[in-house]
């Protein structure tokens, strides 16, 4: 069973439109939930973090925490073609300080 | 500044040869991580090192791998009789300490093995 679980995609999203990411985790010690963005041939960069239940918000991103259903998300507001990409969420659990486990990632396609 | 940077940018081997993989990472960044992600994947974490050692090589797959950063600065990734299935990019991470949230990521190394 993975451990982070992420749909593959792709998420055909209207230029303008909000696109919404969702992440499930099953590892109930996680404590630190992360979001990248990864395009193509290129590196993994990172979004934002979050920690706590409820939301973050950071300019047109919003990341969502509800540990109780072991679920994450990313809400991207205002979709910019910019923004087709590979989402990765990462988990960092508290028996490793460094190790993130990734899941596979969801691509986003934003259509003008 | 700098970024993580990572030589070869590609690596095309032949099937049993040795091969070995160079991170810089961020000047100042005490910890330093390897993930490899094959396509269509996530990267996969292999090992961390906060300073000179390795504080967790439980991501390592089998005894072919070996990192090693003696100097507490730029680690070497060391795959030995390599396989066509250690064909991937190879990614290298680095953070301010281990328990930094942000890990910046380098460019990676494309590794084919033929």
């Known amino acids: 069973q993975k451990e982070v679980e992420q749909n593959s995609g792709p998420l055909s999203v209207p230029e303008g439109a909000i696109a919404s990411l969702n992440c499930t985790y099953s590892?109930?010690?996680?404590?630190?939930f992360f979001w990248y963005r990864q395009y193509s041939g290129k590196s993994p960069e990172l979004i934002m973090f979050?920690?706590?239940?409820g939301d973050k918000e950071d300019g047109r991103f919003t990341a969502q925490l509800n540990k109780a259903s072991q679920y994450v998300s990313l809400l991207i507001r205002d979709s910019q073609p910019s923004d087709s990409a590979t989402y990765l969420c990462a988990v960092k659990n508290t028996d490793s300080w460094g190790k993130l486990q990734f899941g596979a990632g969801t691509q986003v396609v934003v259509t003008p | 500044g700098a970024g993580v940077s990572q030589t070869p940018s590609n690596k095309v081997t032949e099937k049993g040869k040795y091969v070995e993989l160079r991170c810089d990472p961020i000047s100042g960044h005490t910890a330093l991580y390897w993930y490899r992600q094959s396509l269509g994947q996530g990267p996969e974490f292999l090992i961390y090192f906060q300073g000179t050692g390795a504080a967790d090589d439980s991501g390592l797959p089998n005894d072919r791998f070996f990192a090693v950063r003696p100097e507490g600065s730029v680690s070497t990734l060391k795959i030995q009789r390599t396989e066509r299935g250690d064909s991937a990019v190879y990614l290298c991470?680095?953070?301010?300490?281990?328990?930094?949230?942000?890990?910046?990521f380098g460019p990676g190394t494309r590794l084919l093995v033929l």
């Open positions: 991470a680095s953070s301010l300490d281990s328990g930094g949230k942000t890990q910046y």
């Open positions: 590892d109930r010690g996680s404590q630190s």
């Open positions: 979050i920690y706590s239940n």
